[in-house]
């Protein structure tokens, strides 16, 4: 099932949102200062291609750094990145196949807008048991 989804999820929207998070990565390239946030950018173009079983976990070892470089992330990127999910889950939940689909991407707002100190990993990994889950 999972396959299925995310074969349909690629062809309806997940190939759109990973030129998105690719161009915000080569963009984010270009000033040197900015190189963590484009591989930020970079790994979630993966998940954004592919997300279903997959999950978002936070990392314990986070700390402020984190939180100062997503308060920069959402002034370079997060902002319009969270909105092609808006739009895209928008335009999914308008027919009912849609509806699980535009439910998984607006789930991927809150990545979107604060990438850094989480990690994507497949569901049910040994990662995910012992870092905390991020409610999705």
Avoid: Q
């Avoid at 402020?64 to 999914?92: E, K, P, R, T, Y």
């Avoid at 509806?99 to 569901?123: N, Q, T």
């Amino acid at each position: 099932m999972r396959t299925l989804l995310n074969i349909i999820w690629l062809v309806l929207s997940g190939f759109w949102l990973f030129l998105g998070y690719a161009l915000a990565g080569i963009l984010l390239c270009i000033p040197i200062i900015t190189i963590p946030w484009a591989i930020a950018s970079f790994r979630i173009a993966g998940y954004a291609l592919w997300p279903f079983g997959r999950e978002v976990v936070a990392k314990r070892d986070a700390g402020a750094f984190s939180f100062i470089g997503n308060v920069i992330w959402v002034l370079l990127a997060g902002w319009w990145l969270a909105i092609g999910h808006i739009a895209s889950g928008i335009a999914l939940c308008v027919t009912i196949v849609g509806i699980p689909l535009g439910i998984a991407d607006f789930k991927m707002i809150p990545i979107s807008l604060a990438p850094l100190g989480r990690e994507i990993v497949p569901v049910g990994t040994a990662s995910a048991a012992s870092a905390h889950r991020v409610p999705a």
